[in-house]
């Protein structure tokens, strides 16, 4: 464990390490000190507004617990964290999941450079469609659907997260569950078969509507081999014409027999090609032999579609190196090193003033390591309940951002990313890089670059300790590279 792990939460979860995440919200892996086990331990201060939503969702979400659900284990409404005798005077509520190795699938299509094949992308979506059929049936709707609430297992099962969380912390994208549910299993399979999202870009994968067009953006104008069918599975999924989740998998299950029948028709077109047969003496054995071979491949035709059509709804281990259809092309820039100029730097603090320190910002972009921007003090190292204060550093232009030098005046921990806005949504922003509570320098990058014209630097709680018992953060200097 980290030197976190002495700080336990509701004498029950020894906090471990910080978990990124796209939630506003802190998130740790903490161990389970009663039944000796890694969970999810998500905490939201009770002074948060929110606090009383997620308790309400979270409660209603955990009826939720089949397998194939990262399932909610506990609700804490109200505990402290405690560091040895001592206790926090802060009051949070804690929601407890499973912990899942695994890998998202935003992150899986990222890694692999390859989108999914048509039979397993419609495979996959059937899974989580039953998923959701069952969570309605107990009145339990996701509502905020995203390429990160579909995590693969190390056993390759799909499992779908963040029921009653991600609605609460973040907004749901409506309140009609069932409509913006089916809504979202069409934007996973938008997603899994184009390698992009069709609303903006979001968590690790980019926007397939870069021009900002407001007409609906369809599977086969972003990747080509696509069939009408899909994309006409897509615009029915968005435009309201199925009215429960269960029509839209009868439509699903057509659209894997296509997808069936398309390969079959292509091993047809390839047995024909490659089987040939030596002239017979006769007619009548010709014949036979016609008949026996017609029979022959009605048998073999007839076993393969049956294994595709059982086998798309009784199982879910499909194997990650068959995911060979490749992403759309695009042009790839190189890493250069070269230190990037910054026009401006401004504090940013959405939660506070919106001035924290501003007269200083120049401080962290100007060489020298000997002068600093500093936050204002904190009486608590948790910044009040803030969730972070941060540095903005505008470069003028969009360009690729490969790495970041930074320079910390005392350990603390500290998020970066590149964004193209001056009030950036970090909850909808994917993350750049992490600094380690522990480190004061460092130098973080990422592959590929990240476009976009502004770099944050946000630093979050808890601040280190500085004189008269008050806390503050700060950076010496930070570096951008191109």
Known sequence: MSDAGNRIFDGRYALDVQVPSSLSSPIWRAMDLSLKRWVNLILLPTSDLRSVKLLQECQIAAANDRRDVVSILDIIPDGKISSGNSYSQDRYVGIVTEWLDGETLDRLIVRRGEVFPIEQALKQIGIITNTLIHSHSLNVFHRRLRPHNVVFSEGQEVRLA?????????????????????????????????????????????????????????????????????????????????????????????????????????????????VSWPPSATTQPRKLRSVFIAGLSVLLFGWIGWQLLTSNFHRSDFGFSSLSSPLPTSEVSQATGAVAAVVKATSYDPFGNKMENDKQTSLAIDGDKTTAWRTETYKRADMAGKSGVGLLLDLGVTQVVYGVDLDLVSGQAAEIYVVNSTEPDLAAETKFADMAPNETSNSLGASPGVPGRYVLIWLTPDLPAVANGEFQGGIFEVKVRL
């Open 162 to 274: 963040g029921f009653g969380v991600d609605s609460a912390l973040l907004g749901p994208d409506s309140n009609d569950g069932s409509a913006q549910d089916i809504k979202g299993v069409g934007q996973l399979l938008f997603a899994m078969i184009t390698g992009m999202w069709p609303l903006g870009a979001v968590d690790s994968l980019p926007a397939a509507d870069s021009d900002g067009g407001i007409d609906l953006v369809l599977p086969s104008q972003v990747h080509s081999g696509l069939t009408p069918y899909i994309d006409g599975l897509y615009r029915q999924s968005q435009d309201g014409t199925f009215s429960s989740m269960r029509q839209f998998l009868d439509a699903l299950f057509v659209g894997e027999v296509e997808a069936s029948e398309s390969l079959q028709s292509r091993v047809s077109r390839l047995t024909a090609s490659s």
